[in-house]
């Protein structure tokens, strides 16, 4: 019987494990409290999984504020996608966990790119998830 309960234990890649999430989201004018969503980051702690994936509409943002920066916005999503990818690009933080990196990229800040809160759900595939997530939240 004690068997039993061990085998319950164990996690395998077919059932839905706990992962956490957040929009990524631009905010041009903090004075008028507009955002939008550019982005998502999943993180699966059980699958050692870090990822991002974001989609820009451009024209979109520049009704929100026609002055927007969008070099600005483009650098910093890629330096979103270079901390979730490790190697040399992300610097120090390459060397830190998925985990502490995730936890970093969804600290509130002040910067015309914001992470939203953190949610968490169940999944089989965080991948397939960030995919979902993306096309639910940001198209």
């Known amino acids: ?25 631009v905010v041009p004018r903090v004075e008028r409290g507009e955002a939008m969503n550019v982005g998502v980051v999943v993180y699966c ?10 989609h820009l509409d451009e024209k979109r943002l520049l009704v929100l504020d026609p002055a927007l ?3 600005g916005v483009r650098a ?8 979730c990818r490790g190697g ?4 120090q933080a390459a ?12 600290a509130p800040r002040s910067t015309i790119v914001q992470p939203g809160p953190v949610h968490a759900g169940l999944t089989e595939d965080p991948a397939a998830e960030l995919d979902r997530l993306l096309d639910l939240l940001v198209r």
């Open 1 to 25: 019987m004690s068997g039993d309960r061990v085998r319950t234990n164990i996690r395998t890649a077919t059932e839905p494990t706990v992962f956490e999430y957040a929009a990524l989201r």
């Open 45 to 54: 702690r059980a699958l050692d999984y870090l990822g991002c994936r974001t």
């Open 69 to 71: 920066n969008l070099d």
């Open 76 to 83: 910093a999503l890629r330096g979103v996608d270079a901390l």
């Open 88 to 91: 040399e690009r992300a610097g």
């Open 95 to 106: 060397a830190e966990a998925p985990g502490a990196r995730f936890r970093w990229l969804t």
